[in-house]
């Protein structure tokens, strides 16, 4: 299981929060800057994947409910 994986919505909310602010007080410098905006990039897929993943559940129980009725 791959790092990301193993992240919670919202572990992954909060690493972006932190890393936006530090760009927001200007606590990073260049050097770090394409790491923290690669990071935001791989953690925002990983939040959409997530969400998506949940969409399917809930529409597949929503299913099972209409179908059970």
Do not use: F, G, P
Not at 6 to 34: C, F, G, P, R
Not at 37 to 42: G, M
């Amino acid at each position: 299981m791959s790092e990301m994986n193993k992240l919670t919505y919202k572990e992954a909310i909060a690493e972006i929060e932190n890393i936006v602010a530090k760009l927001e007080n200007n606590q990073l410098d260049v050097d770090e800057l394409s790491e923290k905006v690669k990071r935001v990039s791989e953690l925002i897929a990983c939040c959409k994947d997530k969400l998506h993943n949940t969409e399917e559940e809930v529409e597949k129980i929503l299913k099972a409910i209409d179908t059970n009725s």
